[in-house]
């Protein structure tokens, strides 16, 4: 099925990987769903979108990357989304990328589609662990066994009538605080989280509403 579809095309993507280098044709698709689809609809374009959310993550020491993306992605595709917003009609879908797109549902008319826009989760790797090196060997050991992945969500305004600003909100801040469940001790309740904390650290975070 396409769920299947999604998760074998991300495994080969990573798979490919053994080196540095990011995956062919992986950061080049970034942002750049727009123009019309096979069916013939419209398709939005992420790069004038607003950014809501942006995380950079470093690997873990000695973690390969394909691991690595394949527990972000599991990560973001296993978010509960509808929890978060129980009154708004909506649906998540696995993305081709590891990613996930939010669409917002509304009744549909003769006037208007049943989407309402949404928010699309965009998983890119890039190079380094997004970290300065210093002067200390140790450190740039580390460093060089890392990797940087990073979550980008932006808006989808297709179709929106209205804006969604309060839902891209509840969204957006539940995801960073279900980042932020991993106690001083490293302990977390949530499956998820602690296999994400395994694996990669968090460098930097932004949102619209920090």
């Not at 296993?78 to 009744?107: C, N």
């Not at 965009?122 to 997004?130: E, T, V």
């Not at 602690?194 to 949102?207: D, G």
Request: aromatic share 8%; hydrophobic share 30%.
């Amino acid at each position: 099925d396409e769920s299947s579809n999604d998760s074998f095309n991300q495994h080969t993507l990573a798979s490919r990987h053994s080196g540095k280098e990011t995956p062919r044709g992986w950061t080049s698709r970034l942002f750049s769903s727009s123009g019309s689809s096979s069916e013939g609809v419209q398709l939005p374009d992420y790069s004038n979108e607003e950014t809501l959310l942006k995380v950079h993550f470093a690997t873990k020491p000695n973690v390969p990357l394909q691991e690595a993306v394949e527990v972000l992605s599991k990560f973001s595709q296993s978010f509960p989304f509808a929890a978060v917003l129980p009154v708004q009609p909506l649906q998540y879908l696995p993305t081709e990328d590891g990613g996930v797109e939010i669409k917002f549902l509304r009744k549909k008319t003769d006037l208007k589609s049943g989407i309402d826009g949404g928010i699309r989760f965009f998983l890119d790797q890039k190079s380094g662990s997004g970290e300065n090196e210093d002067d200390d060997d140790d450190d740039q050991s580390i460093e060089s066994s890392s990797y940087g992945l990073e979550i980008t969500a932006k808006r989808n305004s297709m179709g929106q009538s209205i804006s969604k600003i309060m839902s891209e909100k509840l969204v957006i801040k539940a995801y960073v605080a279900a980042l932020n469940t991993i106690d001083e001790a490293g302990e977390t309740t949530n499956k998820q989280t602690a296999l994400l904390a395994e694996k990669l650290r968090v460098t930097s975070l932004y949102h619209k509403w920090m």
